[in-house]
């Protein structure tokens, strides 16, 4: 898995400059809103992750006009967002089990030819326009896809099940402590992409920080551990401080309502009896 980040590395030296700085600085944005609001904006987040999931489906399933995939962008979205506490928590299953799978299925990646596609991409060092930016990502994107699809291919049962066990526990913990497993996911996720908006802008000046990540791979593992594990604090004790302030202030509003109530029940009461 880690040479098909580094082949996105390489092909960001490619991409053109406006496009990169554009969308690693919206990336970062996006990230630490993620990372520390995540739980707040759920609602936001859902719908979009919904309206997003639903124009991929409308361009490449359902048809590859623009109605279709706006049709099934809203409806998705709306979907996302009825079902909003039960896509947290199968999203944060889905993630567990794949970091799960991009730890163990290292050794089943091709990794020979990953290396070639490297050479290949470093040859290249002609800056790519807008249309071309976009075919660059698309092939990327189906270049490691079909890698994930043969490596998935040789990996064997029981590693699948292996796998398949922190996604199991996600569900569970997402039943029994739901605030605290959406909090992670979006910790986590927020932290995700802030580490790829940082990667897009440091690929622009040539640093090559996927290199620096792999060369230390401890020290980055923790760094993102403790962002994760700080995120999902922020995001429990912020969010539980919004609930109880709401209670509190709905609480004397219903107790005035009764208060109003009461009085004209006695009034029907005496105008009968009179």
Known sequence: MIEIIQNFEQMTGRLDHPFLIGSGVIFLLLGLCIWLGGLALRK???????????????????????????????????????????????????????????????????????????????????????????????????????????????????MWAIIAAPGVIFLICGVLLWRFTSAMFFSVTGTAVIFLGIILLLSYKGAEPVNHIRSMPFISAAVFLVMAGFGTIVQVLLCKGLKKEKITKIKPGKGNQKDKKEPKENVEHDWRSA
């Open 44 to 158: 936001i987040l859902i719908s979009i992750t919904g309206l997003a999931g639903g124009i991929v489906v409308g361009l490449f399933v359902v048809g590859r006009n623009i109605f279709s995939a706006s049709l099934s962008g809203a409806l998705a979205s709306l979907i996302a967002l009825i079902f909003q506490k039960v896509l947290c928590v199968l999203l944060a299953a889905a993630l567990a089990a794949a970091i799960a799978f991009a730890v163990l299925s290292e050794p089943y990646f091709e990794k020979a030819e990953t290396a070639e596609v490297q050479g290949e991409m470093t040859e290249q060092t002609t800056t790519a326009g807008l249309d071309e930016t976009l075919k660059e990502l698309k092939t990327f994107g189906l270049d490691a896809g079909e890698k994930i699809k043969r490596a998935g291919t040789k990996i064997p049962i029981h």
